[in-house]
């Protein structure tokens, strides 16, 4: 591969890393694998800017670097803003399936925020891909019988002891 080649190829890994960040940050999109965030974010604030001040230090690049790199602190921002400082959502009970379609599930999930206790929250889940879901909160209240089955089944993915 040559030089030119692996640039634009890591401009447009940047780019779409971009997206999927700014699809998570304004939707109920999640991706669920945290290392994957974190990679993508490193990714943004390394190598990118890098390839672009090595490269001709010409006007126009100069200021593609400052735009990378207010994009990069962005990026940044939002990643621990979204994570809090704390890990990822976990499921803890799996409340309700759909009748019909067994992707959809109404999960009781939790954040560990370290010494600072634990998030809560039930959602709406819908598995789009393996590592990628569509969660909407969403109160038990609001369920209809005839769609959705109640299963109560305990996943425990954070790994608490039960009293």
């Known amino acids: 591969m040559s030089k030119g080649r692996t640039i634009k190829f890591i401009i447009s890994f940047w780019i779409l890393s971009g997206i999927v960040l700014l699809i998570q ?11 994957a965030n ?23 690049r100069r200021i593609l670097t400052i735009v990378t790199l207010a994009f990069a602190v962005f990026r940044l921002t939002a990643f621990y803003i979204n994570y809090d400082g704390g890990g990822s959502w ?23 925020k370290g010494a600072r206790g634990y998030n809560r929250r ?31 089944l305990e996943v425990n993915e954070l790994g608490l002891k039960s009293p």
């Open 90 to 112: 976990r499921t803890q009970t799996i409340l309700f399936e759909h009748q019909t379609n067994s992707l959809r599930t109404v999960e009781y999930q939790m954040q560990d």
């Open 38 to 60: 974190y990679f993508l974010t490193l990714s943004t604030i390394t190598f990118v800017p890098l390839v672009l001040w090595l490269k001709k230090r010409t006007f126009e």
């Open 122 to 152: 039930i959602v709406k889940r819908t598995k789009v891909l393996p590592l990628l879901s569509w969660n909407v909160l969403t109160k038990t209240d609001d369920l209809s019988e005839t769609d959705w089955k109640k299963v109560n």
């Open 25 to 35: 940050f304004f939707t109920a999109l999640e991706l669920e694998y945290r290392p």
